[in-house]
């Protein structure tokens, strides 16, 4: 149901705006946006508060947050000519806030459910054994990456052949059949897994390292024998509440924005998690970004529609080559390994930058389209009528690949036309493609580094964190092709995107030097120690 939705709400934005993307965008910002400013405060509030009933709330938030909205858009769906009539269209405009307003306000209840069931729930589950818990790691994102492939292909067949307004009250009725399917089994496995009932209450600085000193003298576990618990904390007696004015209160979330950023920051595993959030700046995947530039490229729906089932597979092999490589090298090397095969395949990327196909054009400027647009007199160019029949100016000068023509829109419709070459897209999605594997792999990675690294009374705001950082780079690519969107500019996107990958990695590497030393390169073994096991005491947060 949240994968219908995810993709579903876009469409439904561009449907209603008049096929204009302007709803859209507005939507991915405010998204963006949110989680980036309460990642930390929505990871604090998992902390604090009982496993299930996190579990249950933020579930039936979501769920009910998306009914809601998929109510409202049948109702503008349904009326949308009366309420453009009504207070001079400001009554739509208000229906526009709302089902943007509820459908963030979802995914911000989606973010606290994948922390707190795929962050904490499946560690408790997991018990002490990590080849367990690196295989229902992997088994979640077999699903998730399935998922991603048929519930678009539902939602699109359904609006296809059916109208916005029928996939609206589809995605609501799925979403309210769900709903109690997922509480119910929530429940078993809560009722199944004692454990999950209990959870570390967070105690002072100076008394973890005490009980860290402490566990320094007993025997250090092995990887793949033992997680990083917690049992001890749950002795300590929670500090009594305090009477907190109304200052207090308002200052709290700033105050947990900036504790839950200063606590990222000294997280052992910091580096890994700032290399995983650099590979979100990038326009190397299956976006409206790459799928747009396709298009330019003479690339059709149907082929377009291969190239992600494709990347699907090798996503799904992706998660098969984790569990077999951290068997066979370890968790902190699978990280290694996964990184260049994935630096590796993307070099195919900034190849086909310089190959024949590529518009990418340095004479001509990254911002010509934004200059044009803002400071120039000339109107925006416009769809003409079918009597007319000129072909549409395009500000970039590409070809004009509609309806499967590659005529240039300034040349004489007398030249027979050239058909642009599709070296340069080829290698582009072959490396996009063949990167999938060693991506999920890396991220997979560093899921469960986090997972066994963080203290449990820590994992929500941490993890919150990391969902923020993840969105600030997702965010920033985004500011990127909004100041060079034309096709000449692609080319250079590219190559900022595989440096930045290249950073990401670069990070992990130092951080894997960090944790195995000169043992980092002795593979075809397990690692020998815990990550926090060959950190100094002052930077560990484990117990």
Known sequence: G????????????????????????????VVAGSVLLLGAIIGDWVDKNSRLKVAQTSLVVQNASVILCG???????????????????????????LVITIANIANLA?????????????????????????????????????????????????????????????????????????????????????????????????ELKQLNVKKESDMKPAEGVQLIVEKDVTGFE?????EVGCTARIAEPFITFRDGWVAYYNQPVFLAGMGLAFLYMTVLGFDCITTGYAYTQGLSGSVLSLLMGASAVTGIMGTVAFTWLRHKCGLVRTGLISGIAQFACLVLCAISVFMPGSPLDLTVSPFADISARLFESEPLPTIASPEDKPEMVFATGMPNVLNGSTTPANSDPEMSPEPVPLISVSLLFAGVIAARVGLWSFDLTVTQLLQENVVESERGIINGVQNSMNYLLDLLHFIMVILAPNPEAFGLLVLISVSFVAMGHIMYFRFAQKSLGKQLFVCCTPDPKAVSDSLPPGNISTV
């Not at 453009?84 to 009554?91: E, F, I, K, S, V």
């Not at 088994?139 to 109208?163: C, E, K, W, Y």
């Not at 996939?167 to 997922?182: Q, T």
């Open 110 to 206: 989606s973010t606290a459910t994948a922390i707190t069931i795929q962050r904490d729930w499946i560690v408790v589950v997991a018990g002490e054994d990590r080849s367990k818990l690196a295989d229902m790691n992997a088994t979640i994102r077999r699903i998730d990456q399935l998922t991603n492939i048929l519930a678009p292909m539902a939602v699109g067949q359904i609006m296809t052949f059916g109208s916005p307004m029928i996939g609206c009250g589809f995605i609501s009725g799925w979403n309210l059949m769900s709903m109690c399917v997922e509480y119910l089994l929530l429940w078993k496995v809560y009722q199944k897994t004692p454990t999950l009932a209990v959870k570390s209450a967070k105690v002072e600085e100076s």
């Open 2 to 29: 949240d994968r219908m939705w995810h993709f579903a709400v876009s469409v439904f934005l561009v449907e209603l705006y008049g096929n204009s993307l302007l709803l859209t965008a507005v939507y991915g910002l």
């Open 71 to 97: 109510i409202i858009l049948m109702i503008v769906f349904l009326f949308k000519t009366q309420l453009l009539t009504l207070y001079h269209g400001w009554l739509l405009t208000m229906c526009y806030i």
């Open 238 to 242: 929670p500090q009594q509440e305090k």
